[in-house]
């Protein structure tokens, strides 16, 4: 395969998640591209409605961009949406404004689960014999596994499978219903990028922090983290020695600290930073690595201007961390 | 002090709060006296609202002993409801049909905080010299113990203090938000009931189980914990040994799956217990104890068959357990 891509001018958070050593601790934010950003609300309304925009290269682009035009972020996220997927599966999508998702389709019965479309029903049919719960998340596993290869042909450098609601199950139905399919996904995404390199896969499970010794040992370079995790012992557990095997992190502020003024927006970020330590800064071999994140999506009405403090705070403190 | 009270026919509760041995694992429901219980609404109905069910001692009474009637729980647990200690604060509590609780009075300043009625305005004086948060919580924390302590006199044999949003929280600000004022609550309670006998103190954050190694030493003989969390490595952390120091562990089905069918229930209820294993059997001395519960309060919409199903699925296989 060949590649079109300019040369990468910012590889901070690539080194982070394979745990290279970084003169700062790089980072973006879930759904760094979003409704707190009023040009994003322009270019929404361009676009006439959510799908509008999801589904047009130049709008999905330039939302993409958006938030870097504006802050020093360390990664540009590809603009889309979850629901994408379900909707390539056949349940039709649709965004009411003000209202949020709507599916045409539903799924409340096997046949509706056999009517799912999916790319190559043959390699299913397997899962077919076991009960209707697993089928769903089969085939839903192997549609994402499908759309992230195929973001990972159209250039992602990196890829993130998240599980918002897994931390709301009980402990063993974590392991079967979440842990089984992530490592699902995982198993069959391509490890090597248009551009040669090897694709960091970024795995998220919004408090799944009680889980970590469960997830220790899945397929991945990266853990994301939400707030109620500690980054020090997670660290402890997941992040290895230098020289040695483990995994990045990543996290873990909460959103609702963005609220505060930004004289305490710089407290709590020096917390989280100070909280993992600082990353290895050996430039010869891997180490615990951190990448600065949000434990979950920014609000819709975070002001933009404790974002750029936020950021800010990030950079200075992780390279005032890595001089001490 | 004298008691009125009958003799207990049933501790198996209490000894397993006490770390005793029991013949089989006692068990209650978080909310037993509640809407799902036809008889319940009938008693409400009378009452003619909310307030006026929990303020009048024989509806009141009632409503505790329904759940007794139609299952054999372990435990009687008062009927409440943690908005009449605000209510008693001064801020004016009403429940609206259908529409659920509403204060006359909202807290939004600090001259609002000053209002809040607390039985000794004096001994607080010095929090207010912390900020406003710190000093909400403090009024809160001494109003709860207060209150706790008033039922101990009325009779209570064990009390709980629950926090069902301190999960949100993140790392730090649990510990500072939450389970300081937890021991605060702790270090005031009596100890001792109008029986002569110590009362048992149990603590349950909803989504805590992250933070076990925090709570392992609060002052307190049993932790409460939610689904989310493995009774097996809670009992490893917290449980202690045989004639060794230690917690009791109360907790933890998922109350959704008392929507299951019967024989689903079951095979949930036989993971819960056979994930904290066998409690001791030594009748000579302390060791680790399990009191069964649900992680979180019964839905109103639950058959009240299936809590049958769950209750002698706790009670037979705790016994059968025993007997390996």
């Known amino acids: 395969m060949s590649t079109t891509f300019a040369p990468l001018t910012n590889d901070t958070f690539l080194r982070a998640c394979r745990r290279q050593a970084t003169d ?67 349940l039709g999508l649709t965004f009411a404004e003000g209202e949020g998702p709507r599916f045409a389709q539903s799924i409340r019965t096997e046949a509706d689960v056999a009517q799912l479309a999916v790319p190559d029903m043959d390699k299913l049919r397997y899962v077919f014999d076991a009960v209707l719960m697993h089928r769903i998340l089969a085939v839903n596993a192997d549609a994402v596994a499908q759309y992230l290869n195929a973001q990972i042909d159209a250039g992602a450098q990196a890829v993130m499978v998240f599980d918002s609601w897994g931390g709301v199950l009980a402990d063993g139905a974590f392991q079967e219903f979440s842990l089984a399919y992530t490592r699902r996904v995982l198993a069959q995404l391509k490890r090597t990028g248009v551009d040669g390199q090897d694709v960091p896969r970024i795995v998220f499970t919004k408090g799944g922090g009680i889980w970590l010794e469960d997830m220790k040992d899945i397929d ?94 990030v950079h200075s403190h992780s390279r005032a961390q890595r001089q001490r």
Not at 267 to 275: E, F, K, P
């Open 220 to 313: 991945c370079e990266v853990l994301g983290l939400d707030w109620t995790a500690n980054l020090g012992k997670a660290r402890a557990i997941v992040g290895g020695q230098v020289g040695g095997p483990g995994k990045a992190l990543q996290g873990n502020i909460d959103p609702n600290v963005l609220f505060a003024p930004p004289a305490q927006i710089v407290t709590q970020v020096h917390a989280v930073l100070d909280s993992f330590g600082t990353p290895h800064t050996d430039r010869t071999t891997t180490g615990p690595t951190h990448i600065f994140n949000l434990g979950h999506g920014i609000s819709q009405f975070t002001p933009p201007e404790h974002v750029a403090a936020l950021v800010e705070a």
């Open 24 to 90: 700062y601790t790089p980072l973006w934010l879930m759904r760094q591209a979003g409704r707190y950003l009023p040009e994003y609300k322009a270019t929404r309304a361009q676009a006439g409605s959510f799908m509008g925009l999801a589904t047009n290269v130049d709008y999905a682009t330039e939302v993409t961009l958006q938030p870097l035009e504006r802050f020093p972020l360390d990664a540009a996220i590809l603009f889309s949406d979850i629901l994408t997927v379900p909707d390539a599966m056949g």
